[in-house]
């Protein structure tokens, strides 16, 4: 519902400190690659733009789309299957454990993981980033039947 806020609407605390560099992250899977557009263009929107938008997936998936320059992606084919197991691939390779099997991000990137069939506020990031200035160390949360995803395009 558009017309519920954020509760930090207006805050630009983020803003005014040094721009946050972090990037998306989310893996796909085949029967939801037609929704990929809708959701990098919400990725894009964001009042803070991220430095990229990495998506993982298995072999299964052939066929990503071509989302323009607006929404730019880079891909990264994972062997395991499941979006717990492609994430963890990424955060293996950041922490030195596994194999890489996609970016390797500078250390004081942040990384905010999202559905592949959410529409994500476009204070999404912008209210994450703020969250995580006032808890550092600590892992924030976004809780995806509050207010900061619209809906599933799923549904």
């Known amino acids: 519902d558009p017309s519920r806020t954020p509760p930090l609407k207006g805050d630009d605390t983020v803003i005014n400190g ?10 796909v899977i085949p029967r ?16 803070i733009p991220p430095r990229d938008v990495f998506i993982f997936h ?9 989302c ?3 929404n730019p992606y880079s891909s990264f084919m994972v062997p395991d299957t499941g979006p717990g197991i492609k994430l963890r691939h990424f955060l293996r390779a950041q ?3 596994g194999p890489s099997l996609g970016p ?3 250390v004081d990137w942040d990384v905010i993981v999202v559905d592949d069939d959410s529409i994500m506020h476009p204070e999404l990031a912008q209210t994450l980033l703020l969250a995580k200035r006032r808890y550092p160390g600590s892992v924030i949360v976004n809780d995806a039947y509050e ?9």
């Open 18 to 27: 040094p721009i946050p560099n972090y990037a998306f992250t989310l893996s």
């Open 32 to 47: 939801r690659v037609k929704y990929l557009c809708l959701v990098l263009d919400s990725l894009w929107q964001q009042t």
């Open 58 to 66: 298995g072999p299964e998936v052939t066929d990503l789309p071509d």
């Open 68 to 70: 323009g320059a607006h």
């Open 95 to 97: 922490n030195g454990t």
């Open 104 to 106: 390797t991000l500078p």
């Open 147 to 155: 207010v900061y995803e619209f809906y599933r395009v799923t549904v």
